[in-house]
């Protein structure tokens, strides 16, 4: 039987700021893909979103252990290597995905 994925508790936030700005917001559920497809005037954005840094998120030492890298799981890494579209942008609060739309001014990283 396959489960669904767990998805980072801080998401429902970020999706209902995102769609308060305005974006469409859709979330994705493959292995490996990002979590959310964003469009906001005329721009398609991928977000990847992680738990704050801190003693309960952020990125795990087992990651690479596990053939990951940095915040990316094993599967995380071999889909977004694959990937030739625009690069997706890992996101850990609402002020940066809300920046990563070009929406405020958090910064954000582009994986």
């Known amino acids: 039987m396959k489960y669904a994925r767990a998805r980072d508790a801080n998401e ?6 995102l769609r308060s700005a305005g974006a469409v917001v859709t979330r994705l559920g493959d292995p490996g893909v990002p979590d ?3 469009g906001y005037q005329g721009r398609t954005t991928l977000l990847e979103v992680k738990l704050p840094l801190g003693a309960r998120g ?3 030492q087992r990651r690479e252990a596990e053939g ?3 915040d990316l ?8 290597d694959s990937w030739s579209g625009a690069p997706a942008v890992v996101v850990r609060s609402i002020g940066e995905a809300l920046a ?3 929406v405020g001014s958090a910064s954000s990283s582009r994986v």
Do not use: F
């Open 100 to 102: 990563a739309i070009g």
């Open 36 to 38: 959310l497809l964003v």
């Open 73 to 80: 799981t094993s599967s995380q890494v071999k889909w977004w």
């Open 58 to 60: 952020g990125k795990s």
């Open 68 to 70: 990951g890298r940095g």
């Open 12 to 17: 429902p936030a970020i999706v209902e700021a």
